[in-house]
């Protein structure tokens, strides 16, 4: 069964700060991963969606690194602003399934 | 294009009633997947269906729990009998049916907030 554990729980910062966000999985037989941004009683944004054979994905100030082997993705978000707090959800998609596998969370605040 | 919708946004029911939960997935989209997020936790997949078809059901509790997805209108999450454990967000997502399989990319509602008393 495949456990999705994200690291830490909740991550304050000032502003301008980087911000390094860590998602571990388990079972690294995996199809893709995906990045999701919760805003408080708001559904689910996607963010960057990394297929398994491929490294990282970008988005402007996002930035997705995947190394499978190890059962690690790393979320960086560059020149944090006070608009980016947030949770952020992890979620991976196993290979020949559908259902995505969900992490708990980080809460992040930056602060003006 | 509207995105996914769900309705009601906020529930609340007391101990004992029926909840019923709808999701309109995007247009064009086939299938539907309910995932229920407890608080504190990480979202749970419930069940994925297409048209007129429960294809898995495995996350969804073996009582009081069923879900729909008839040929015309929304898809249907129905609780018979809430209890106050059954307080959670309920998320629907879509994705659009391309040469006979699900696409990478599932597209999530608003959710809806259901509180038992």
């Known amino acids: 069964k495949q456990e999705v554990t994200q690291i830490p729980a909740a991550l304050s910062v000032p502003e301008g700060e980087n911000l390094v966000l860590n998602c571990s999985f388990t079972?690294?037989?995996?199809?893709?991963l995906q990045w999701f941004r919760q805003d408080p009683g708001k559904g689910l944004t996607s963010l960057l969606l990394?297929?398994?054979?491929?490294r990282e994905q970008t988005s402007g100030r996002l930035n997705a690194s995947l190394d499978k082997s190890s059962g690690r993705s790393t979320l960086y978000i560059a020149a944090s602003q006070p608009g980016d707090s947030a949770t952020y959800l992890c979620?991976?998609?196993?290979?020949?399934?559908?259902?995505?596998?969900f992490g708990a969370g980080t809460t992040v605040t930056v602060r003006a | 294009n509207a995105g996914v919708m769900q309705n009601p946004r906020h529930l609340v029911r007391r101990r004992g009633q029926e909840a019923r939960l709808r999701c309109s997935p995007m247009?064009?989209?086939?299938?539907v997947y309910w995932y229920r997020q407890l608080p504190e936790e990480g979202l749970k997949f419930m069940v994925y269906?297409?048209?007129?078809?429960?294809?898995?059901e495995s996350g969804m509790p073996k009582e009081r729990f069923s879900a729909e997805f008839p040929k015309e209108g929304p898809s249907i999450l129905r609780i018979q009998q809430v209890v106050r454990g059954d307080s959670a967000a309920y998320f629907c997502?879509?994705?659009?049916?391309?040469?006979?399989?699900?696409?990478?990319?599932?597209?999530f509602g608003p959710g809806t907030r259901l509180t038992v008393l």
């Open positions: 997502a879509s994705s659009p049916l391309i040469q006979g399989r699900s696409t990478d990319t599932q597209y």
């Open positions: 079972d690294s037989a995996i199809y893709n």
């Open positions: 990394i297929q398994s054979s491929q």
């Open positions: 979620a991976v998609r196993e290979r020949d399934d559908y259902k995505l596998s």
């Open positions: 247009k064009g989209h086939s299938h």
């Open positions: 269906l297409q048209k007129e078809n429960i294809i898995d």
